[in-house]
Each structure stands twice: as C-alpha cells, then as structure tokens.
C-alpha cells in the first residue's frame, strides 16, 4: 500500500456504480466487500455492487447489469479522465487524487538494509508505473500488474515476483525454497493476506511473510471502531503482523527477518 487510492480506485467504484445505478454505496460497504476476499479486481467488484444492488432492491425498470467491457470503459473514464495509454499529463481523472503514503527514501533505506523489494499490484500497468516511476522515481522497478498474471488471492504473480528479484540477487544463485531467504508481502486487503497464504501451499519450503496495514480512510480517529474491524478480519485471514502505516514496514522487517544486532 503506497497510495492513497480513497479518492480515485474506491471513488470510481462508487462513481461507475452511481451512473449505472444512481445509487452509490458507502464507504463501509465497498470495505465489507473487499473483506471477503475475491473482490481484488476494482472493476469486478463495481459490477458485483450493481448485482447486490438488483437483488436488494427490485425495481422492474432496472437495467440488466452492464457488460463488463463497458463498465471498464466507464471506469476508466473516472480514473484516468483519459487514454490510460496516453500521456499522463493529459489525464484529467481521479488519479491525480492520490496521496503518496510513503517517501521515495524508504526504497534506498530497504536497500540499505539488504532487503530486496518489488510490487504486486491490481491496478493496470499505466496507473501502477506512473505511480512508482514518475511519482516516486523509481527505475524498472520490480513490478507484476494487472494483466501480468492472475488477480490476487492467486499467489502466482506473488511467486513469480519473489522468484525474479531472488534470481537477481547480487552474488547468490536463488531460488524459492529452503534455502532461500524469507519473503514478506506488504498489503491492504483480505485478498493480499489470502495471497500470502496460498503462496504457502503452492511453495511450503519457502518461509513467507503476511504483513498488513488498514486503509487511509480507516486511520482517522473517528474511524477507530472501522479500523479495528478491519484488521481483525486481516488477522483472521492470517496477517503475521499488522502495521500502523505503511511507512512502519522497514522497523517491521528489520525485527522480523534480520538477525538482531549484538554489541562487540
């Protein structure tokens, strides 16, 4: 979780559910949706709102639900405000909404620190790259994004993703397995945590790590009773570690994954 995505991915959602509906759903709903796991996909999950919608809510002049390559199209519209494939410069949507949730130093700290990195993401290349390129600066980042294999809880953009950046490692021949080192996945959602755990069966050998933090829009502190809801459905779905932002996870993994430092 690097951004905030409350007033773009979960705006759209609610916007793309309203022009179809007039109806737009709570905060707390689309919260209570993505808790149960298989609703990663933001477009997915607009057209199983529109689905609940209907069946809530008879309404014989309702109209059938959309297909899903209009409601993309649709989407899009809110989030990019523009061809996604274009320039970013002449996206005029609710991307450029998102708050940066961390600095581009906590990259250069992770390295620092001997701790590999990359992303896992469920948005679409574009939106993905121009957040880690030209926000934060980074270059070639490590990334698997939307199209590049399976929605999460499917672990294999997981694993593919830990296996490249243990094939790079400097010096070492690696692979997933005993003798490699731990892998730890930082994210926001049940999918995330259930990712983390079917990597587990798919590679048993491998020591793998669920770290998770509540979204931006849980951390206020009127949102106290939301937030603590949240993240007992994380723990339930088997997060090792919940942090308090995402900005933590450097302190968390050096506690979790380095040899504790002892005094000469």
Known sequence: MIRDVAASYRRAIVETVHHYSGWRPAPALIDSLKGEGCWNNDWEASQELLRRWRRDVPNADAPPLPPLEALVEVFSSFYFGGDSNGDPQDWRGFIGSETLLVAPS???????AGIAWGFVSGAEPPSARY???QRLGLVDPPLIAMGEAPDKPDPSGFLQLAGRILAAWPGRDLALGPGAPPVAYLGDTVADVQTVQRARHACPDQRFLSLAVAPPH???????????????????????????????VLAVLEALLLPPHRPS
């Open 106 to 112: 906590l990259f250069d700290q992770l390295g620092a």
């Open 131 to 133: 957040v880690l390129e």
């Open 218 to 248: 849980l951390q206020a502190p009127d949102q106290l009773v939301n937030r603590c809801r949240y993240e007992a459905a994380l723990r339930e779905a088997g997060a090792d570690r919940i942090l308090p932002q995402t900005d933590a």
